[in-house]
């Protein structure tokens, strides 16, 4: 049974029962329910940095940025080695995580400005299902904590997308600059609070205005841990996206001068410690067992911020391409008692799958009105299966510039991240084995015409599925 109605999000929070929206069937959300596989629904924690490199942490390799809170985390659970966010930038790469879509279908994407600004009058479409609306259905208490960039106006705020609770900036912090800051990078180089005219809302109200900016980790951080301590018999969700590593650079007092990569390194330390202050909150409250924990970040480093910039690693280039430094991410899953510790993955996955993994455990099929992109990644985390992830779409804006399959990369389209230069057209498509070459140096294409024949089958397959959505960033 299909059922279609005008405002799903107030259906979504009314509705008591048997839950079916347009193909989303969901069980009777109560305290104590089943997921799919039998077992009780988990607790599920989202913690999602802005602007983290691939090679940014020790556990990825950094030789100075000290991560001891992550190494232990992926020590305790998994390691991902091949996971991507859904896009380069910040706007369309959170609204794929939230629906499981590619943002071309949610027009959460542009060609012209590529993510939402101050004065945008768009954001995430009221049709659009998030995470925390799925999981809202089940009787999941849901929030939000930290930077949003998918709509400041009233309509689009979390709490109007299944979260009951939020704290943080509606996007990112170098935005809605005050006049009388210094111009250009000189606002990064010595950063003050002022310079920027950010607004710190909790729920649907601004509460504070130029937030001081170096006590935000410790703030969010606090807001979730007092969430995991007072939770009740309700499982829980709690999305909390850092307002950082992203220029401007704040650290606290505590963390400030104190790492050996200058002040990039300081604001990595602090989200260790933030990483380790929540999953010892969860350890106290008896609730590790019970808790999936997912740390991974919203794109690459923004390399043309340069020292305040973070690291790719060894992959090419970084924030704003489709090269893998813009969009592989460091991505670490943990779940004591679930997880098998000290796992690598090596398998194919997205930010885009995080929302069917959430749906699947918490007993709930993911929304049949419309095309999800994502897959369940409970097999992989519960040792069962591997990924049933066998592609990868790198949309810049509305363009698809590059499909991954298997370990075999297409570039239709390079440009660099933030140049003047033209995008570039590949006829044929470039083409890297990107488990030989992950730094996308030798190109095969001549050797492996049958793998671009498969390739775009692919796109043709991806594109007969495919409505592009109005943009809501223009």
Not at 239 to 249: D, I, K, Q, R, T
Request: net charge negative; aromatic share 10%; charged share 20%.
């Amino acid at each position: 049974m299909s059922i279609r109605m005008s405002n799903p999000r107030s259906w979504l929070r009314t509705v008591a029962g048997a839950f079916v929206l347009g193909g989303l069937v969901l069980s009777p959300g109560l305290p104590g329910a089943e997921s799919s596989t039998g077992s009780a629904v988990p607790n599920i924690v989202i913690l999602f940095a802005d602007d983290l490199g691939y090679g940014d942490l020790a556990c990825y390799g950094h030789p100075s940025i000290r991560t001891p809170n992550l190494d232990r985390m992926a020590a305790e659970g998994m390691r991902f080695t091949q996971f991507y966010a859904a896009a380069s930038v910040c706007t369309p790469s959170r609204a794929g995580l939230m629906t499981g879509r590619y943002p071309i279908r949610s027009g959460m994407c542009s060609n012209t400005r590529r993510v939402l600004f101050p004065n945008s009058e768009g954001g995430l479409p009221a049709g659009e299902i998030t995470i925390a609306e799925v999981l809202k259905a089940r009787n999941y208490a849901t929030l939000a904590i930290g930077k949003w960039h998918l709509g400041h106006h009233p309509q689009y705020l979390p709490t109007r997308n299944g979260f009951d609770h939020y704290l943080g900036i509606p996007y990112s912090n170098d935005m809605d600059r005050t006049a009388d800051s210094p111009r250009g990078r000189q606002a990064f180089l010595e950063p003050k609070s002022e310079y920027w005219n950010l607004p710190l809302i909790r729920d649907g109200e601004e509460i504070e205005r130029s937030p001081d900016q170096t006590q935000l980790t410790r703030r969010y951080t606090e807001e979730a841990v007092k969430f995991i301590q007072g939770g009740g018999k309700q499982p829980f969700f709690i999305y909390l996206a850092y307002s950082f590593p992203h220029v401007p650079l704040f650290a606290s007092d505590a963390f400030l001068g104190k790492s050996l990569r200058g002040l990039y390194g300081d604001v990595v330390e602090e989200l260790d410690w933030s990483v380790g202050r929540i999953l010892a909150a969860l350890r106290d409250a008896g609730l590790e067992q019970n808790t999936l924990v997912f740390f991974t970040s919203d794109n690459g480093p923004w390399l043309t911020q340069f020292e305040q910039g973070g690291s790719a690693g060894l992959l090419r280039e970084g924030k704003g391409s489709t090269w893998e430094g813009g969009m592989r991410e460091p991505a670490i899953a943990w779940w004591p008692g679930t997880i098998q510790p000290g796992g690598i993955s090596r398998d194919l996955a997205c930010t885009l799958d995080l929302l069917p993994t959430a749906a699947d455990l918490a007993g709930a099929t993911i929304p049949r009105d419309r095309v999800i992109d994502g897959v369940s990644l409970v097999p992989l985390l519960k040792g069962t299966g591997p990924s049933s992830r066998e592609s990868f779409f790198y949309y810049r804006g509305q363009q698809l510039y590059a499909v991954r399959k298997g370990p075999y990369k297409a570039h239709f389209i390079t440009k660099s991240a933030y140049g003047r230069d033209p995008a570039v057209t590949h006829e044929p498509p470039a083409l890297y084995q990107l488990e030989n070459d992950p730094s996308e140096q030798y190109d095969v294409a001549t050797a492996h015409p049958e793998i671009l024949v498969d390739i775009q089958q692919e796109v043709e397959r991806h594109k007969a599925t495919l409505v592009p959505a109005p943009s809501q960033l223009d």
